[in-house]
């Protein structure tokens, strides 16, 4: 799926015979005092010319090559909470450095795997920290785990904030089988004192059920959708210790 362009360079040859009539009538212009001027090199064949090369530059890049947008949606499963926190709680984008802070879809191969490279025509509809956030956000909503859950758009002030950093979200074309990879971790924070209330760091990955771009981006969000789910569930789990600490204030 590495895209690469191959540009054929057309370098043109000299006639030296076909040149000598010009050369003949240049000499003899000059010869008799008459300036030289563009009849040298005919209009129409420069022109002609340069339609060649046009035409040539056309035909070796062959046909146009179209970005392709895919959409990072985790596909969760939540359960209902047996306990709702009385609290608000404030979601906010995952961090990313580097490379995943932009749309481009990474890639690693075993033959380099030191280096991360880019897909040029492999593409998210959005970045993906702000997605995963937004995931966060729905299942938080339906498990039913904060009285309120609100994104920063909201510009809303929030009991607790749960706070988050991409560190990986790669395909691996090269592994056996083929597969996605993923990592993330997530802080929640108690907005009135700043305490860490809970810290846990999620990774995985996931084989790609094949060997298309739409087989990989089914596998992110299989991948993104269980480690969020996963981070849902242990969220759920401390729901007596928020509300005892939203109770105290402390």
């Known amino acids: 799926m590495v895209q690469s362009l191959k540009r054929l360079t057309h370098k043109p040859t000299s006639n030296l ?25 005919p209009r129409w064949r420069l022109l002609g ?8 530059s056309c035909g070796s890049s062959g046909p146009a090559q179209r970005d392709q947008f895919f959409t990072l949606q985790p596909r969760m499963r939540t359960t209902p909470s047996a306990q709702t926190v009385p609290a608000s709680l ?36 959005g970045v993906p920290g702000r997605a995963l956030a937004e995931a966060l956000i729905s299942g938080l909503r339906t498990a039913g785990t904060f009285r309120y859950v609100v994104s ?19 395909h691996l074309p090269t592994a056996d089988p083929p597969q996605v990879s993923a990592a993330f971790n997530l802080t929640l924070i108690a907005n009135r004192n700043r305490a860490i209330q809970f810290s846990h760091s999620y990774s995985g990955t996931e084989p790609t059920p094949a060997s298309t771009p739409a087989g990989m981006v089914t596998a992110f969000n299989h991948l993104t959708g269980q480690l969020l789910s996963q981070a849902i569930a242990d969220i759920q789990r401390l729901a007596p210790k928020l509300s005892a600490t939203r109770a105290s204030g402390d």
């Open 90 to 125: 404030l979601v906010t984008p995952l961090a990313s450095r580097g490379f995943l802070g932009g749309t481009q879809i990474l890639f690693r191969t075993a033959a380099d795997p030191l280096e991360v490279q880019r897909y040029d025509l492999l593409l998210w509809d």
């Open 49 to 56: 010319c340069l339609l060649l090369i046009f035409l040539a």
């Open 152 to 170: 920063v758009a909201d510009r809303a002030q929030a009991d607790f904030i749960l706070n988050g950093e991409l560190s990986r979200l790669e």
């Open 17 to 41: 015979s076909a040149q000598a009539p010009v050369l003949a009538e240049a000499s003899a212009r000059h010869h008799w005092g008459q300036p030289l001027n563009a009849r040298r090199f």
